[in-house]
């Protein structure tokens, strides 16, 4: 259910999930794992948009998916056939250019840092290998791998014009785990979550607008404010929200605290006149 509800695009209140652009994505994208929002979280960002219609077409197409050499498949084959992580990037460099698990990840950093004096001689170590003064071998580059050097060329112009903008496989990680507990809470405790979220929010007036316009599309009431019932913050009302008292402008935390206590300890106010006679104080 909760990655349908994803799918369907209506993630208004899901972590990382709410732009429109983001939600389009997704209803093309029909996400069915907590790996495939890593894999949008990751694409949904410049650099690596541009390959996500080929991805979306890989996706469903399988059999459209092409690597520059079959040594891609290994590390690309789980984001059918592109570049989706900082993690990609190293691993490429190590299975095809023979590089240490540190160098790959030094060569990471100077491209995602574009220093382009270091990448024009990097590009030749990928391509041919490199040695130290003592003539031993720091890694073996593509061409001694069996790798033509059009590709090879080819490979290493992909990476470097992604890695700017690449997530790093962790991060993405953590966030889509974010997302998907949030989706979860939408999906089965949709009142209990929005109440959650609106007062989280409860100092944009534009949020909380909106995520009243979401409960009502979804059948949830949001109640108005009322001396009997509301609490300081949004709460859960059966399957609806009562309005908390703290989004009302002008109205302290104090002063909410003193209707609500007066509240339970003589019972509901029966009018108006009962109201401001038991909360008659400077206050006022």
Same mark, same amino acid.
């Given at each position: 259910? #909760?990655?349908?509800?994803?799918?369907?695009?209506?993630?208004?209140?899901?972590?990382?999930?709410?732009?429109?652009?983001?939600?389009?994505?997704?209803?093309?994208?029909?996400?069915?794992?907590?790996?495939?929002?890593? @894999?949008?979280?990751?694409?949904?960002?410049?650099?690596?948009?541009?390959?996500?219609?080929?991805?979306?077409?890989?996706?469903?197409?399988?059999?459209?998916?092409?690597?520059?050499?079959?040594?891609?498949?290994?590390?690309?084959?789980?984001?059918?056939?592109?570049?989706?992580?900082?993690?990609?990037?190293?691993? #490429?460099?190590?299975?095809?250019?023979?590089?240490?698990?540190?160098?790959?990840?030094?060569?990471?950093?100077?491209?995602?840092?574009?220093?382009?004096? #270091?990448? =024009?001689? *990097?590009?030749?170590?990928?391509?041919?290998? $490199?040695?130290?003064?003592?003539?031993?071998? &720091?890694? *073996?580059?593509?061409?001694?791998?069996?790798?033509?050097?059009?590709?090879?060329?080819?490979?290493?112009?992909?990476?470097?014009?992604?890695? /700017?903008?690449?997530?790093? =496989?962790?991060?993405?990680?953590?966030?889509?785990?974010?997302?998907?507990?949030?989706?979860?809470?939408? !999906?089965?405790?949709?009142?209990?979550?929005?109440?959650?979220?609106?007062? /989280?929010?409860?100092?944009?007036?534009?949020? &909380?607008?909106?995520?009243?316009?979401?409960?009502?599309?979804?059948? @949830?009431?949001?109640?108005?404010?009322? #001396?009997?019932?509301?609490? *300081?913050?949004?709460?859960?009302?059966?399957?609806?929200?009562?309005?908390?008292?703290?989004?009302?402008?002008?109205?302290?935390?104090?002063? &909410? $605290?003193?209707?609500?206590? *007066?509240?339970?300890?003589?019972?509901?106010?029966?009018?108006?006149?009962?109201? !401001?006679?038991?909360?008659?104080?400077?206050?006022?």
């Amino acid at each position: 259910e #909760v990655f349908d509800l994803i799918s369907s695009g209506n993630t208004d209140g899901v972590f990382q999930l709410e732009s429109a652009g983001m939600r389009q994505m997704l209803v093309n994208f029909e996400p069915s794992t907590v790996d495939d929002i890593m @894999i949008a979280l990751s694409m949904y960002r410049p650099g690596p948009m541009d390959s996500i219609p080929r991805y979306i077409e890989n996706r469903h197409n399988p059999d459209k998916i092409k690597y520059d050499i079959p040594a891609l498949e290994s590390i690309l084959g789980v984001t059918y056939g592109c570049i989706v992580y900082q993690e990609q990037v190293m691993q #490429v460099f190590r299975t095809l250019g023979g590089y240490s698990l540190g160098r790959a990840d030094i060569v990471r950093r100077a491209m995602a840092k574009k220093k382009h004096e #270091v990448m =024009k001689k *990097e590009k030749e170590f990928f391509l041919y290998g $490199e040695k130290d003064k003592d003539g031993n071998v &720091i890694s *073996e580059g593509a061409l001694a791998f069996g790798i033509s050097e059009e590709a090879a060329n080819k490979i290493f112009d992909q990476m470097s014009s992604f890695s /700017s903008y690449a997530f790093n =496989k962790a991060h993405a990680c953590a966030y889509s785990f974010v997302a998907y507990r949030t989706a979860y809470l939408k !999906c089965h405790y949709p009142s209990e979550y929005f109440a959650s979220l609106m007062t /989280s929010m409860m100092d944009s007036p534009l949020k &909380i607008s909106q995520y009243t316009a979401e409960c009502n599309k979804t059948g @949830i009431k949001i109640l108005p404010p009322s #001396v009997n019932h509301s609490l *300081e913050y949004f709460t859960p009302e059966g399957k609806n929200i009562r309005f908390g008292l703290l989004a009302i402008k002008n109205l302290g935390l104090g002063l &909410i $605290e003193r209707l609500i206590n *007066e509240r339970r300890e003589n019972g509901k106010y029966e009018s108006f006149y009962d109201f !401001c006679l038991r909360n008659y104080s400077r206050e006022f």
